[in-house]
């Protein structure tokens, strides 16, 4: 299965920015995309951004649209994601993800982020 390593979480306030990182290994030789998914606190795990791993095609949930840009290094099995114009409501735990084509998914431990007003 493949594994999945986050970072680049931590505070910062309202309007500021950040940059999450996920660093892929196994098998991944499969992908199909990776992405990034958040579940704040009391709340369901919602999905955030994706990316396909052949083509580039990205696809984000309407409220981070113009404010986070999720982008990838095939070479080195990493995805990003670009957090900008941060708000408090974007405060979670932010997972990475990864599908194969077989439709396998597997999940990154998470990393916080926290937005102060």
């Known amino acids: 299965q493949v594994q999945l390593v986050e970072s680049g979480g931590g505070s910062v306030q309202a309007g500021g920015s950040l940059r999450l990182s996920c660093a892929a290994s196994?098998?991944?030789?499969?992908?199909?995309?990776m992405g990034w998914f958040r579940q704040a606190q009391e709340k369901e795990r919602e999905f955030v951004a994706t990316i396909r791993w052949i083509g580039g095609t990205t696809d984000y949930r309407d409220s981070v649209k113009g404010r986070f840009t999720i982008s990838r290094d095939n070479a080195k099995k990493t995805v990003y994601l670009q957090m900008s114009s941060l708000k408090p409501e974007d405060t979670a735990v932010y997972y990475c993800?990864?599908?194969?084509?077989?439709?396998?998914?597997?999940w990154g431990r998470g990393t916080q982020v926290t937005v102060s007003s």
């Open positions: 196994g098998p991944t030789f499969n992908t199909y995309a």
């Open positions: 993800s990864h599908d194969t084509k077989g439709a396998v998914r597997s």
